[in-house]
């Protein structure tokens, strides 16, 4: 198993500022996933973090709104840039416990409200 | 493009039996997973099916039909404590995983 601690559990922000959220893993782990969660609803997936490479990011995402740090191999960072009101949701970090199986560590998310 | 259908939501009695399916189409399939996330906490890892059939997991099961696109979750004897959201998954290219919506468990006493 895998121990992820985010940074911060929630925050409110204004619109127009950026939000950076911190992922630490307790052991070192090749990919690193970032997921969206709003309330009650699905988790989407936003990008792959890979150490010394660029992020992978889905449809419908962009590296400007969305920068990733991958650092080393215990840690990334996410920037939601430019807030807006529609950016308000959980944001998840996520590490594969086994990729065959689809297991997926979860950090406990960060509760964006943009206002 | 990605879709993975399950109920939104799903109402059984505690002591009873529930199924809650998923039907799928990917763009690559590597094996459907199910999830489990109670209100404020995060998703948890339930089962995983990469061949035809039926796995068990004391009391849930999972099962899936590749020729069909298909799974399902089978939680029995269920408890209070079940109550929660249910999301089927797909590993897909590249070692991601995407989501189902999310079935809702309502657990009447």
């Known amino acids: 198993s895998a121990v992820i601690s985010q940074k911060p559990s929630r925050d409110i922000c204004q619109r127009g500022t950026s939000l950076t959220i911190q992922c630490q893993v307790d052991?070192?782990?090749?990919?690193m996933f970032w997921y969206r969660q709003q309330p009650g609803q699905s988790l989407t997936l936003i990008a792959t973090?890979?150490?010394?490479?660029?992020?992978?990011?889905e449809s419908g995402f962009v590296i400007d709104k969305f920068p990733i740090s991958r650092p080393n191999l215990t840690f990334s960072t996410l920037t939601v840039s430019n807030l807006s009101p529609e950016d308000s949701s959980i944001y998840l970090c996520?590490?594969?416990?086994?990729?065959?199986?689809?297991?997926?560590?979860f950090g406990e998310g960060s509760r964006l409200t943009v206002l | 493009g990605q879709s993975l259908e399950q109920p939104s939501e799903v109402t059984a009695v505690e002591g009873a039996i529930v199924q809650i399916n998923c039907t799928y189409q990917?763009?690559?399939?590597?094996?459907l997973s199910w999830y489990q996330q109670h209100d404020g906490g995060a998703p948890t890892f339930l089962s995983y099916?990469?061949?035809?059939g039926l796995e068990e997991t004391g009391r849930f099961s999972s099962f899936l039909s590749r020729s069909d696109s298909y799974g399902y979750l089978l939680l029995q004897e269920l408890q209070m404590k079940d109550s929660a959201s249910y999301f089927c998954?797909?590993?897909?290219?590249?070692?991601?995983?995407?989501f189902g919506k999310g079935t809702r468990l309502h657990i009447l006493p």
């Open positions: 996520s590490v594969a416990g086994n990729i065959n199986t689809g297991e997926l560590f």
């Open positions: 052991s070192q782990v090749t990919m």
């Open positions: 973090a890979n150490q010394g490479s660029e992020a992978t990011y």
């Open positions: 990917t763009s690559g399939f590597y094996g």
């Open positions: 099916n990469g061949l035809d």
């Open positions: 998954a797909v590993r897909v290219r590249d070692d991601k995983i995407i």
